[in-house]
Nanobody, 124 residues
Framework: QEQLVESGGALVQPGGSLRLSCEAS????????IGWFRQAPGKEREGVSY????????DYIDSVKGRFTISRDNAKNTVYLQMNNLKPEDTAIYYC?????????????????WGQGTQVTVSS
């Protein structure tokens, strides 16, 4: 059974750091990319970052560039999102998802399987 499980969300003070994890299991067909998304209350879900499983290419939305880093441990089938210098506007539920589509992008509609999400709250 295909499954994505996120972890690592927490309450953190502004300027703090968190590392989110997304473990994939049960996918028998190769997928092209894994993305991180977030959804704040009253807002639409937005793409934050993605990583290609074929060439390792990454991309980020402008608001997190220089603060967030996506990486992948192939042996563990896990993708990480290292988040530094967190800001209150980063508060959201963070989801990971996999896509079989090409080219890879950060549009949620391109993604096929989703995890259940993990809450990140940035507040003093």
């Amino acid at each position: 059974q295909e499954q994505l499980v996120e972890s690592g969300g927490a309450l953190v003070q502004p300027g703090g750091s968190l590392r989110l994890s997304c473990e994939a299991s049960g996918f028998t067909l190769g997928y092209h990319g894994i993305g991180w998304f977030r959804q704040a209350p009253g807002k639409e879900r937005e793409g934050v970052s993605y990583i290609s499983t074929t060439n390792g290419r990454t991309d980020y939305i402008d608001s997190v560039k220089g603060r967030f880093t996506i990486s992948r441990d192939n042996a563990k089938n896990t993708v990480y999102l290292q988040m530094n210098n967190l800001k209150p506007e980063d508060t959201a539920i963070y989801y990971c998802a996999i896509t079989y589509s090409l080219p890879i992008g950060m549009t949620p509609q391109l993604y096929d399987y989703w995890g259940q999400g993990t809450q990140v709250t940035v507040s003093s």
